[in-house]
């Protein structure tokens, strides 16, 4: 009967972008390309439970998958009479459609991994938003549904699907291919932002009643593996990859047993899964000898600190508060520089602390939940009880998250007492 049913989804779902991003690149039409691609996926679910998986999954994947795409450009007159418009949407290889029982040549040889990172740098494209970059990689290079994307961002599946339509009229016409080398490293940084983004809706949701979103984070994680075996010695991707699992380390120890939020420093660390932790400071030495040190090696490079300690009152923030130094002088990361007010509080005391928070709240053009959150924490511990408790106060009634929300108030609460 072949391989397992959660084995051959497993298959399928690591085999979808590269079958998307091989036809995309033959074909030059996303749209159609995207429906041959989900149709061939489909039948691979059906028949390989019972057939067996073929001995080159990808390449009937890509067999299937073309058929279904000629057959559609074969029976669209209207499209086959729009040659112009059609030559100015297809690659210069464009694809001449072969007589039946013919396979197409041409996309079978090509680099699958490449064709992922392509797929991936298209989605990210300049023109796009960073919210339509997030909705089309999710959607064609991650293999989610649309429901499931507007889920993750609670909207209604019609505003997400009007989003991602959207985006790829955006990117309609450009050429399928990777960015010339002057202009990688900036097509590159988008990919990861986005990556970023998606794994910290995940492990943080900004909105809604679950604290973590398990699909987005694992997500994040799969497709930054999958640009780190094409890219393995770029530090960046590996720091990426480094801070996330470092990161998702502590999953375990995040709640309590009615869900709710416990914070870094109260968490049972014996919850927190080793196994990731080695991995993850492994990544982070290595990312940090693959050249100059830059934001994800040096967030890894934090992580990896905190997950060290095997108590709270082990952690380096010494040594933290140097990273966080070099860090914000990098970057004018706004999540950066209050992770930096955190450590100087804990080095140097919480009134130098809030002197950083004071300083971060007077520059900011608007004013985030967080600030107020990390004031109410290092105004307790100055002993300033009622201060603090308007802080927490605040931050709950600016926070979207509902676990986060339950949890400032708690906070407050037990000052009242």
């Given at each position: ?13 690591r085999?979808a972008p590269q079958?998307?991003?091989a036809?995309v690149r033959?074909?030059?039409h996303?749209d159609?390309a995207e429906d ?5 996926l ?16 990808r390449g009937?994947l890509?067999r299937?998958a073309?058929?279904?795409l000629?057959?559609r450009?074969r029976s669209?007159?209207a499209?086959?009479?729009?040659e112009?418009?059609?030559?100015a949407l297809?690659?210069?290889?464009a ?5 039946p029982?013919e396979?197409?040549s041409?996309l079978?040889?090509?680099p ?6 392509t ?7 300049p023109a796009?938003?960073?919210a ?9 290079v ?5 429901a499931?994307?507007?889920r993750a961002?609670l ?5 997400m ?8 009229r955006?990117v ?11 202009d990688?490293?900036q097509?590159l940084?988008?990919v990861?932002?986005?990556l970023?983004?998606v ?6 949701a900004t909105?809604?009643p679950?604290l973590h979103?398990?699909?987005?984070a694992?997500?994040?994680i799969?497709?930054?593996?999958a640009?780190?075996r094409?890219?393995p ?6 720091g ?8 998702e380390a502590r ?10 939020l416990?914070?870094?420093d109260?968490?049972?660390?014996a919850?927190w899964d080793?196994?990731?932790i080695?991995e993850?400071t492994?990544?982070?030495?290595e990312?940090?000898?693959?050249g100059?040190a830059?934001?994800?090696q ?6 990896a600190?905190h997950d ?10 010494p040594?933290?508060?140097a990273?966080?130094?070099l860090?914000?002088?990098?970057s004018?990361?706004?999540?950066a ?13 919480p009134r130098?602390?809030?002197?950083e ?6 520059a900011?053009e608007?004013?985030?939940y967080r600030?107020?959150?990390v004031r ?6 100055a002993?300033?009880p009622?201060a ?14 509902e ?7 708690l ?5 009242d007492?």
């Amino acid at each position: 009967m072949g391989r397992a049913t959660d084995d051959i989804e497993d298959l399928l779902r690591r085999h979808a972008p590269q079958v998307l991003g091989a036809l995309v690149r033959r074909y030059g039409h996303f749209d159609p390309a995207e429906d041959s691609a989900q149709e061939a996926l489909i039948a691979a679910a059906e028949q390989w439970p019972r057939d067996g998986v073929p001995d080159n999954p990808r390449g009937w994947l890509i067999r299937v998958a073309s058929r279904r795409l000629t057959d559609r450009l074969r029976s669209d007159e209207a499209r086959r009479r729009r040659e112009e418009t059609a030559a100015a949407l297809t690659p210069t290889d464009a694809f001449v459609a072969p007589p039946p029982g013919e396979e197409p040549s041409g996309l079978d040889r090509a680099p699958s991994e490449d064709d992922t990172l392509t797929l991936l740098f298209l989605c990210c494209h300049p023109a796009l938003s960073p919210a339509a970059q997030i909705a089309l990689t999710l959607r064609a290079v991650g293999g989610l549904t649309t429901a499931e994307i507007a889920r993750a961002h609670l909207v209604p599946e019609a505003t997400m699907a009007q989003r991602i339509s959207r985006a790829k009229r955006t990117v309609r016409g450009t050429r399928f291919r990777q960015p010339d080398a002057q202009d990688r490293d900036q097509r590159l940084a988008a990919v990861l932002q986005v990556l970023y983004l998606v794994f910290n809706e995940g492990y943080t949701a900004t909105a809604g009643p679950d604290l973590h979103r398990t699909d987005l984070a694992r997500e994040a994680i799969r497709l930054t593996r999958a640009v780190r075996r094409l890219l393995p010695h770029e530090g960046r991707v590996t720091g990426l990859l480094a801070l996330m699992v470092l990161t998702e380390a502590r999953t375990p120890a995040r709640n309590g047993p009615g869900g709710e939020l416990i914070p870094l420093d109260e968490q049972d660390r014996a919850l927190w899964d080793r196994t990731a932790i080695a991995e993850g400071t492994a990544l982070a030495e290595e990312a940090l000898a693959q050249g100059p040190a830059g934001d994800y090696q040096l967030q890894a490079a934090i992580a990896a600190l905190h997950d060290e300690a095997e108590r709270a009152e082990d952690t380096d923030w010494p040594q933290i508060l140097a990273l966080y130094d070099l860090l914000v002088r990098r970057s004018p990361d706004p999540a950066a520089a209050l992770g930096r007010a955190v450590a100087v509080a804990m080095v140097h005391g919480p009134r130098a602390g809030l002197a950083e928070v004071d300083a971060l709240a007077g520059a900011a053009e608007h004013r985030h939940y967080r600030l107020d959150a990390v004031r109410g924490h290092l105004l307790e511990r100055a002993g300033e009880p009622a201060a603090a408790r308007t802080a927490y106060r605040a931050a709950a009634d600016a926070t979207l998250s509902e676990p986060e929300a339950r949890y400032l108030r708690l906070l407050a609460d037990r000052l009242d007492g």
